[in-house]
T-cell receptor
Framework: AQKITQTQPGMFVQEKEAVTLDCTYD???????LFWYKQPSSGEMIFLIY??????QNATEGRYSLNFQKARKSANLVISASQLGDSAMYFC???????????????FGSGTQLTVLP | KAGVTQTPRYLIKTRGQQVTLSCSPI?????VSWYQQTPGQGLQFLFE???????NKGNFPGRFSGRQFSNSRSEMNVSTLELGDSALYLC????????????FGPGTRLTVL
């Protein structure tokens, strides 16, 4: 079974509007971390935001926020006020066992290609 | 602070050859991970090192190997290259092993002819 599922292969958003990129995950661990990365066409993976499974509050970093719904096992990325430079591939990732001393590998979803329209 | 650096950035090899890719982590970071990215398979984990010890290993054949040095720099080696090894190889470093965020380098684009 897929550990990270991103169901939107491609998304379009108008400049200055908000957009939500979906991510659901599958784990039986209690301790895990969720990450979002952005990959522009240049290829470099850029870290955006992190949410720990025990974090009570949803993470925010500037225009990025993570809508964490633990019971539904979802960790959607919300980008507010989209900019042309936000056009890129976005990956959701999970790392299990982060507090156990035996952290497992970082596992990525298949990504969502976001295009911001002027 | 300088980011993760990877050398070389581009590489062209022929089938059967071997290749070594290098990764220098962010200063102070002690954990290094390697990933292979292809259009068909997406991002796949290769291996992860911390304090010169392999902590996690992905599902790749034995032709893929890696190591980490005492200064935390890491290398990965692919022997007997196949056409399917053509990919972007990404290295990421983190402060410690476990909960810390991984920061990625620009990648090495390997083309096997």
């Amino acid at each position: 079974a897929q550990k990270i599922t991103q169901t939107q292969p491609g998304m379009f958003v108008q400049e200055k509007e908000a957009v939500t990129l979906d991510c659901t995950y599958d784990t039986s661990d209690q301790s895990y971390g969720l990450f979002w990365y952005k990959q522009p066409s240049s290829g470099e993976m850029i870290f955006l935001i992190y949410q720990g499974s025990y974090d009570e509050q949803n993470a925010t970093e500037g225009r990025y926020s993570l809508n964490f719904q633990k019971a539904r096992k979802s960790a959607n990325l919300v980008i507010s006020a989209s900019q042309l430079g936000d056009s890129a591939m976005y990956f959701c990732a999970m790392r299990e066992g982060i507090s156990s001393g035996s952290a497992r590998q970082l596992t990525f979803g298949s990504g969502t290609q976001l295009t911001v329209l002027p | 602070k300088a980011g993760v650096t990877q050398t070389p950035r581009y590489l062209i090899k022929t089938r059967g050859q071997q290749v070594t890719l290098s990764c220098s982590p962010i200063s102070g970071h002690r954990s290094v991970s390697w990933y292979q990215q292809t259009p068909g398979q997406g991002l796949q984990f290769l291996f992860e090192y911390f304090s010169e010890t392999q902590r996690n290993k992905g599902n790749f054949p034995g032709r893929f190997s890696g190591r980490q040095f005492s200064n935390s720099r890491s290398e990965m080696n692919v022997s007997t290259l196949e056409l399917g090894d053509s990919a972007l190889y990404l290295c990421a470093s983190s402060l410690e092993w476990g909960r810390n965020t991984q920061y990625f380098g620009p990648g090495t684009r390997l083309t096997v002819l």
